[in-house]
């Protein structure tokens, strides 16, 4: 398996404007992860589906931010409109269990 | 006080000696403990899972859970400059209806020739 597949790697963008991220997880894991990762706050979890369903969003910033999985394979972060503390690097992460977490390279955001 | 802290470092241990890794957590339920090393511009990955107290070892990391002084630990035997990264200590935390992998902010080691 080639593991789990994020896009873009670098996203610029200008503040207001709407982001999307993508994520494809490894096949046969249920559980699908999006974290953030900032110097201030470390790897923080925004979001995670069990079998496409999402289960805790608590961790989602604010209305700005949503996320779908419209299927076992694919999965979008959505950012709208973004603000330059947004500007991070998001991390999908998916997992067999709750416990371990296998990341993919990530998506360095900055908006300008 | 935060769920899992770590000092951040950087620590600093010339090539061959051992570097040790702390970790504190603050949820007294918490049963899995994890430690993950990132390099710089990389992501996460896990080396080591520990679930019982006491000592688990796998080739030169050890990782060492004492649940009553709620402190995890990560020993590194004979570092080399290939270990300078950030080490991210993760641990399940009760959130009453589930738990959840917290993660800490991580200890930055640097290995010096």
């Known amino acids: 398996d080639a593991g789990v597949i994020q896009s873009p790697r670098h996203e610029v963008t200008e503040m207001g404007q709407e982001v999307t991220l993508r994520c494809k997880p490894i096949?046969?894991?249920?559980?699908l992860f999006w974290y953030r990762q900032t110097m201030m706050r470390g790897l923080e979890l925004l979001i995670y589906?069990?079998?496409?369903?999402?289960?805790?969003d608590s961790g989602m910033p604010e209305d700005r931010f949503s996320a779908k999985m419209p299927n076992a394979s694919f999965s979008t972060l959505k950012i709208q409109p973004s603000e330059p503390r947004d500007s991070a690097v998001y991390f999908c992460a998916s997992s067999p269990g709750t416990e371990y977490r296998y990341f993919g390279a990530g998506t360095r955001l900055s908006v300008l | 006080q935060k769920e899992v802290e770590q000092n951040s470092g950087p620590l600093s241990v010339p090539e061959g000696a051992i570097a040790s890794l702390n970790c504190t957590y603050s949820?007294?339920?918490?049963?899995?403990f994890f430690w993950y090393r990132q390099y710089s511009g990389k992501s996460p990955e896990l080396i080591m899972s520990i679930y019982s107290n006491g000592d688990k070892e796998d080739g030169r990391f050890t990782a060492q859970l004492n649940k009553a002084s709620q402190y995890v630990s990560l020993l590194i035997r004979d570092s080399q400059p290939s270990d300078s990264a950030t080490y991210l200590c993760?641990?399940?935390?009760?959130?009453?209806?589930?738990?959840?992998?917290?993660f800490g902010t991580g200890t930055r080691l640097q290995v010096t020739l």
């Open positions: 589906f069990n079998n496409n369903v999402p289960i805790d």
């Open positions: 096949s046969g894991h249920d559980y």
């Open positions: 949820d007294r339920g918490s049963q899995s």
């Open positions: 993760a641990v399940t935390i009760n959130t009453g209806t589930a738990s959840k992998l917290t």
